[in-house]
């Protein structure tokens, strides 16, 4: 897990001269590791990726390995607000962008209660992006209908909640207004960023490898 060291080795199962070892990244970028075994002292969530052992003694050919390193660590959240405007409604979408190991489990609360919400979640990469969806938010450009009121039950603190074994992270975004086209103030504001590591003890007791050699 992310802090703690993390060793990479490659085993010569046959050959008689000795090999020169060489490794790089999958990308092929070299690390100008030489040995057939080597630590990371303190690794980082950056560290993960694919690591490439090289073995060569001149003859036939090089022979390779591949190891992934995974460092497990709490999930990070970034957030963004897409404001979406249309002749008659506006609807808003708030996205956490969560980079997560192991992966995280996300839930959405409006003023610390916890929502049923409809899943709306993509994957990219290392991120995980969640929206929530919130419709009919305030009056569009087209809307003339001069008696309708956000539903103040709609205002209030949402904010999406990520855990995982490692710890957790929450971000959120308070609505303070509805959210015409035509306001002259912004209805919303992103608020509140905690997180957090889960103290050593409620960690699972079993070891965590930081690396799996295929």
């Known amino acids: 897990k992310e802090g703690e060291p993390a060793t990479l ?7 008689n001269n000795k ?8 990308s092929g970028y070299p ?29 036939p050919e090089p022979a390779t ?3 992934r390193l995974d460092v497990q660590h709490a999930p990070i959240i970034q957030t ?11 609807k ?8 997560a190991s192991p992966l995280a489990t996300v839930e959405w609360y409006k003023d ?15 991120q995980v992006t969640h929206r929530l969806h919130l419709k009919e938010m305030g009056q569009g450009y087209k809307n003339e209908n001069e008696t309708w009121v956000l539903d103040q039950d709609r205002l209030g603190l949402y904010e999406c909640r990520a855990r995982n074994m490692m710890g957790e992270a929450s971000r959120a975004m308070e609505i303070n207004s509805s959210c015409d086209r035509d306001g ?8 509140k960023e905690i997180e957090k590591l889960v103290p050593a003890q409620l960690v699972n007791n079993s070891e965590v490898n930081n690396d799996e050699e295929d």
């Open 9 to 15: 080795a490659c085993n010569i199962t046959r050959g």
């Open 31 to 59: 690390i100008f590791w030489f040995g057939l075994s080597n630590t990371i002292p303190e690794a980082r969530r950056w560290s993960s990726g694919v690591y490439r052992c090289t073995a060569d003694n001149g003859w």
């Open 92 to 99: 808003l979408v708030f996205k956490c962008i969560i980079t």
């Open 19 to 26: 090999p020169y070892i060489n490794w790089e990244l999958e």
């Open 184 to 191: 002259q103030v912004q209805c919303f504001k992103r608020v």
């Open 80 to 90: 963004t607000t897409l404001t979406d405007w249309t002749q008659y409604w506006t």
């Open 112 to 126: 610390g209660q916890l929502m049923e919400v409809e899943e709306d979640v993509t994957t990219r990469e290392k």
């Open 65 to 67: 390995a591949e190891i």
